[in-house]
């Protein structure tokens, strides 16, 4: 049996921009992508601390240490610039590997750089 795990997460992101001209998806700093190992066209869900707002997206990359978390296309009416956000995505694990599993963890600052780290 497998269980759905938390691969990694990006906790309080800020939203620098939100493009509803845009395809879809959430950019994101490449800085973050390494340090959380994240990956572009992964599958994110995106929570919204500010309003509430729960959505699912893709990642496009980012430039690197340029602090971007960008919200583009519809899910762009969900979320401002300057509000706070969680990005975190799952992984399927096998029951057995459960108990040892640890996600990554990066905890950024208001301009979306890593503070810390946490495997």
Do not use: C
Request: aromatic share 8%; proline share 2%; charged share 20%.
């Amino acid at each position: 049996m497998k269980i759905s795990m938390l691969q990694a997460k990006i906790h309080r992101a800020t939203v620098t921009d939100a493009n509803l001209d845009y395809e879809g998806s959430i950019t994101i700093d490449r800085a973050l992508l390494d340090a959380s190992g994240l990956v572009a066209f992964q599958q994110v869900h995106v929570y919204n601390i500010t309003n509430g707002h729960r959505f699912e997206t893709y990642i496009i990359e980012g430039r690197r240490d340029g602090g971007d978390i960008t919200i583009n296309g519809a899910a762009a009416h969900l979320a401002s610039p300057g509000d706070k956000v969680i990005i975190a995505a799952y992984a399927w694990i096998d029951a057995v590997a459960t108990a040892d599993w640890q996600p990554t963890l990066v905890f950024v600052d208001e301009a979306n750089r890593q503070k810390t780290l946490h495997h």
